[in-house]
Nanobody, 124 residues
């Protein structure tokens, strides 16, 4: 599967952005994760959502501010980011893997398909 993340941009601290992840195949077959990588840092887990959307997990640094959702009919997964901070500045990637219904994965190594990232810059 090929993935494409979009929606990044420049936003002021406290603002919001919504990222989208589009898939070349039926996205309902995949668990989707969002990761981010800031300059000089390792790629960090942000959020994951199960195939049907019944289970989600957010990383500790974004809990209460970010929301992950999916619309399988539109073949899309979304990351709504609110109350953005300068520490959220990073390239954001969506990733996919096939799995049984209800499973979620938090590790980078759990995913075998990655899209090109989209840059989010939060100005303070």
């Amino acid at each position: 599967v090929q993935l494409q993340a979009s929606g990044g941009g420049l936003v002021q601290a406290g603002g919001s952005l919504s990222l989208s992840c589009a898939a070349s195949r039926r996205i309902s077959d995949y668990v989707i994760g969002w990761f981010r990588q800031a300059p000089g840092k390792e790629r960090e887990f942000v959020a994951t959502i199960s195939r049907a959307g019944s289970r989600t997990v957010l990383g500790d640094s974004v809990k209460g501010r970010f929301t992950i959702s999916r619309d399988n009919a539109k073949n899309m997964v979304y990351l709504q980011m609110n109350s953005l901070k300068s520490d959220d500045t990073a390239v954001y990637y969506c990733a996919a893997r096939t799995s049984v219904t209800g499973a979620i994965y938090l590790g980078r190594g759990d995913y075998n398909a990655w899209g090109r990232g989209t840059l989010v810059t939060v100005s303070s």
